[in-house]
């Protein structure tokens, strides 16, 4: 009967502090929220390009950067001038 009784002021004790803890919150609110939230937007502008240096040219805003950056890739990833491989359609004898 001692041990029902100790189990059972031991839970309304534990309920007494989690209750305390979320009204704390609530009206005090979360201390790091400010913090955490500067090193969010941080981040953010870590990773947002602004501007790119070619040579002694200065490329900014949004639609000049995607221009430059997909003529750039376009540039190095298209295809050769210069190509061995020669693909004839008419050859079909050795596809099965």
């Known amino acids: 009967m001692l041990n029902e009784r100790f189990i059972k002021l031991h839970w309304e004790e534990e309920l007494k502090w989690y209750q305390r803890a979320?009204?704390?919150?609530?009206?005090?609110?979360?201390?790091?929220?400010?913090?955490?939230?500067?090193?969010?937007?941080?981040?953010?502008?870590?990773?947002?390009?602004?501007?790119?240096?070619?040579?002694?040219?200065?490329?900014?805003?949004?639609?000049?950067?995607?221009?430059?950056?997909?003529?750039?890739?376009r540039n190095l990833f298209g295809p050769s001038e210069y190509s061995s491989f020669l693909m004839d359609e008419s050859q079909t004898d050795d596809i099965p």
């Open 22 to 73: 979320k009204v704390k919150h609530l009206l005090e609110g979360d201390v790091n929220t400010k913090y955490y939230h500067l090193l969010a937007n941080g981040r953010q502008r870590k990773t947002h390009i602004f501007s790119l240096e070619d040579r002694n040219n200065i490329i900014s805003g949004d639609a000049q950067l995607k221009k430059h950056i997909t003529n750039y890739y």
